[in-house]
């Protein structure tokens, strides 16, 4: 697990506030993931996967599995709890990233939400192509709803050259190379690394080596200051600790059904919440 975001350098990415990468791994018998129960406010949670498959839970009733090529988009709103583990029935392979995005002050009160999208559009570059999980790249839209103003694609090379990818220079982007080798200009991208754009570009071109694969990032810069926690996002310091209190008194973000294990307790609240 490498967590690429937030980084004391890097706190958002337009409304991305959270990245981390899992994986590539093989297992034999068992279930390498297995998250229980635990609390969501503010955000939405994206899950990507590479290779695998995972069964999301919710407290909305939700049942849904995911495999690599699909989106799971969940809207936390004023508050939602779910699982996520790898099925019984797998392929015995897991990779992926966990993405949350910041919601904005008009939506992050609101109503949970649970969306899977089983397709998602693909548009060719060149050396290969780009799925689009949420925002346009290309003349291709996602179906997934956003709240503000942001893109999130799976860029994949199946030959070796430059790909030129046009972006919106109103955005801020990032790249994170995910399997291969991607360079830009001339400088070679870490893996797992989230590599900032920053705003004002019409398009980036990276040469990428076949078979490499990278996720790209971008949105509107988030022009609300947030606050994370834990599972929570929020603005004060006293919605944090509500929430921390109402996920400890079984309130506020119901139950998940059909999960077979613990509910995850929340950390002692940090002194700055207090
Ligand atoms: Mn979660």
């Known amino acids: 697990m490498r967590r690429a975001l937030p980084r004391a350098a890097r706190r958002l990415v337009g409304p991305w506030c959270f990245l981390d990468h899992y994986?590539?791994?093989?297992?034999?018998?068992?279930a390498p993931m297995n998250i229980g129960p635990h609390p969501h406010i503010g955000l939405q949670t994206v899950t990507w996967l590479i290779e695998g498959e995972a069964l999301h839970r919710d407290s909305l009733g939700t049942e849904r599995l995911i495999r690599p090529g699909q989106l799971n988009l969940m809207t936390a709103g004023s508050g939602i709890s779910h699982s996520e583990?790898?099925?019984?029935?797998?392929?015995?392979?897991?990779?992926?990233?966990?993405?949350?995005?910041?919601?904005?002050?008009?939506?992050?009160?609101?109503?949970?939400?649970?969306?899977?999208?089983?397709?998602?559009?693909?548009?060719?570059?060149g050396t290969g192509h780009a799925m689009v999980l949420i925002g346009e790249l290309n003349g291709a839209r996602s179906p997934a709803k956003a709240y503000s103003r942001m893109l999130g694609a799976d860029v994949v090379a199946s030959h070796d050259g430059d790909v030129a990818l046009p972006l919106d220079p109103s955005f801020e982007h990032a790249l994170l190379v995910i399997d291969?080798?991607?360079?830009?200009?001339?400088?070679?991208?870490?893996?797992?690394?989230?590599?900032?754009?920053?705003?004002?570009?019409?398009?980036?071109?990276?040469?990428?080596?076949?078979?490499?694969?990278?996720?790209?990032?971008?949105?509107?810069?988030?022009?609300?200051?947030?606050?994370?926690?834990?599972?929570f996002v929020g603005r004060t310091p006293e919605e944090i600790a509500d929430a921390r209190n109402d996920w400890e008194q079984g309130s506020r973000f119901g139950s998940v059904s059909g999960y077979v294990g613990e509910r995850i307790p929340a950390p002692p609240l940090s002194p700055r919440f207090r």
């Open 23 to 30: 994986g590539p791994l093989a297992f034999g018998v068992g």
């Open 85 to 125: 583990e790898t099925p019984t029935r797998n392929s015995g392979r897991l990779h992926g990233l966990q993405l949350w995005v910041a919601l904005p002050d008009a939506r992050r009160n609101g109503p949970p939400s649970f969306d899977h999208f089983a397709e998602l559009p693909v548009t060719a570059t």
């Open 180 to 231: 291969g080798h991607v360079a830009l200009g001339d400088r070679a991208l870490e893996p797992s690394t989230l590599h900032y754009l920053g705003t004002g570009r019409e398009a980036v071109t990276l040469t990428m080596r076949a078979g490499s694969r990278l996720a790209l990032l971008g949105g509107e810069p988030f022009g609300e200051r947030i606050l994370m926690w834990w599972n």
